[in-house]
């Protein structure tokens, strides 16, 4: 082949190459945005509470686990990262039980025990159907906790329901900016289904929220965390974790910031 024809060829088959990037990006985003999903996803074993089901308006079955408080304590509603389990937070539900205060974590649809596949629009019914379900049960002492990919859940589900707070761990702007950050050689805008805009929807809530972020998160970077509290409305709390990054950020101390915050909002209810 001579030099020539080379020079000719190598271009194309660059822009081949990119145009296959870009397809198969495309087509399996949502493999992994969310890679604690499945399609043959088996119920979840009960490690900790009791075994829930909740229906969705558009006739999905989410399972949950649910440590009930008691009456007069707020419950927490938590919605885990994308590659979490319900099943994990035994030492959440461990911790708030020692205070009488109650926990649900459900599995969002496509992840055990769960049916359905997940998407940003079908994760965001997830939320207002656990809240709706767990408000039927606890009433309006409800404090929605959201963990990485969940904060966008928690932002959404704050904005359109009556929780007491808000505590949102390693939280972003929004799923779009964070890809963005981490593939800047492709179209991300064009190509991404599920943005998770929480830029967008989290001036509509006005509960009291409470921020935390690992300062080391590779993750979802702290940048991201801080430029969502700047626009937040008041009252909010930042509180960021100098050794922690993304997956190593509970701690005893992270618990303890949780459960002062729970029952700061119980003592200011009237």
Known sequence: ??????????PLAAVVAYITLVGVVYFSQRALLYPGAGATAAPEPTSWGETVHVKTPDGEMLQGLYSQGDSDKPCVLLFFGNGDRAGNYGFLAQALATRRIGLLAISYRGYPGSTG???ERGLLTDGLAAFD????????????????????VAVNTAGNRPAMGVILVSPYLSVLLVAQARYPFLPVKALLKDPFRSDLKIAKVRQPKLFLHGRLDDSIPLSSG?????????????????????????????????????????GNRP
């Open 133 to 152: 379900w767990l408000s039927a049960r606890a009433g309006s002492r409800i404090v929605v906790l959201g963990r990485s990919l969940g904060t966008g």
């Open 1 to 10: 082949m001579s030099a020539i024809r080379y020079l000719l060829i190598l």
């Open 226 to 266: 801080q430029a969502l509290y700047e626009i937040a409305a008041e009252p909010k709390r930042m509180v960021i974790y100098d050794g922690a990054g993304h997956n190593d950020i509970w701690n005893d101390s992270m618990i303890g910031e949780v459960i002062r915050f729970v029952e700061a909002l119980q």
């Open 117 to 119: 596949s997940p998407s």
